[in-house]
């Protein structure tokens, strides 16, 4: 392995991270270009095998060539974005591109996996164009590893915490309406929520102090109301470009609820404020993406939090197909890079919370005048 380069952290860059870009780009390419040799002519397949195609080359080049590395890499990047972009629209359309797989009684959609793989090979490659070694490489996915599964896991710890606080009401006043039980989750998912991040902070050697809480300043309270104008400019652009493509995206589990039963909307309106906006924050912003500075740069942060933050919201999705469910998540991934943003500038978490919470309990108003 020769040393070429070196990152601002220190990390040595080599030629074995453009390799590993060309052999994801590689298979990218093979599950886009099988469902094209097979007479799927949709132009969004076509496009993502010709971006998939550019992107091998441009690997070979960043790893073979002489001089312009970070022009490939940058090339390499942005093909693979590409074939992320293209596959996601095709899954969004319906079109799977099924395949057996080869002595197993089951298949697999070769344009999900062209996307999967995609989303990887789009990492790889911004790895290569910023000269990050393997060794570099690994501790970032590694630690993207370990954050995902704790967001993961607050999630059911959500959960697990609102049946413990559910179980002795029952007992003493029987079931419980939908409302009632909907006001103990929220209490289950601020205690489960912090107690997650409590138990992260205290294996890390992380003392409250890590926690960025103040009383806002006018700096603060400027980048709050700037915020709130952005998040909703960006909804609303993003839900223009969906509607010229004809992108359908997937809806929330909450709002196939609020439309049986709306009154949980007016627990969800204040629990936006108290709650949801308040201990996601915390968990995805203070704890999570902060802990990513550690490996990332700010702005790699902010990407890499929000690729977690949208993540974990699959299951509040997986009712719709895969194609509603990634549209879904790209918005959430929108959002949370205008969050990340948000608490980056400040170092307060009191500014994301505020902005989180007040867009989710307008979002819940909204469904109240429609369904209440």
């Known amino acids: 392995m020769t040393e070429t380069a070196w990152t ?11 390799g590993i870009g060309t052999g994801l780009s590689a298979v990218m390419a093979a599950t886009v270009l ?18 998939a195609v550019v992107a091998v080359g441009a690997f070979l080049a960043s790893r073979y060539g002489s001089g312009r590395h970070r022009i490939a890499a940058g090339i390499a990047t942005a093909a693979s974005g590409g074939v992320l972009l293209c596959t996601a629209y095709a899954l969004n359309q319906g079109l799977t591109a099924s395949t057996e797989l080869p002595g197993l009684s089951t298949s697999i959609s ?12 789009v990492g790889v490659g911004v790895a290569d164009a910023l000269r990050i070694s393997v060794s570099g490489l690994k501790d970032r996915s590694s630690q993207m590893v370990v954050l995902t599964l704790l967001g993961v896991t607050g999630l059911f710890a959500a959960e697990l915490a609102g049946l413990f606080l559910a179980l002795p009401v029952m007992e003493v006043a029987g ?37 960025d809480l103040r009383v806002p300043s ?50 969800l309106i204040p629990a936006s404020l ?13 704890v999570i993406q902060k802990a990513l500075y550690d490996t990332f740069s700010r702005v790699g942060a902010i990407v890499a939090g929000s690729v977690i933050f949208a993540g974990v919201h699959v299951l ?18 929108g959002l949370s890079l205008v969050l990340g943003t948000l608490y980056e500038r400040t170092d307060n978490l009191l500014v994301p919370s505020v902005v989180h919470g007040v867009y989710n309990a307008i979002l819940f108003a909204n469904l109240y005048l429609v369904y209440g």
Do not use: C
């Open 110 to 121: 070769l344009l999900m996996a062209g996307f999967l793989i995609a989303s990887l090979t």
């Open 274 to 286: 108290l709650v949801i906006g308040p201990f996601e924050e915390l968990l995805y912003r203070n």
């Open 34 to 51: 099988v469902p094209a040799s097979r007479g799927i002519t949709e132009p969004a397949v076509i496009a993502a095998a010709v971006f």
């Open 8 to 18: 601002e952290s220190g990390s040595a860059a080599t030629d074995a991270v453009p």
């Open 316 to 333: 509040a999705y997986a009712t719709a197909g895969p194609g509603a469910v990634i549209a879904s998540l790209g918005v959430i991934f």
């Open 175 to 211: 079931d419980l309406s939908t409302t009632g039980f909907l006001v103990i989750a929220q209490l289950g998912m601020a205690l489960g929520t912090a107690i997650i991040a409590g138990i992260y902070l205290s294996a890390t050697d992380r003392g409250l102090e890590f926690l």
């Open 218 to 267: 006018k700096r603060d309270v400027i980048w709050t109301v700037g915020g709130l104008v952005v998040l909703f400019g960006a909804l609303m652009t993003i839900s223009l470009v969906f509607q010229t493509a004809g992108v359908e995206s997937a809806e929330h589990g909450t709002t196939e609820q609020a439309a049986e039963n709306p009154e949980i909307l007016l627990v």
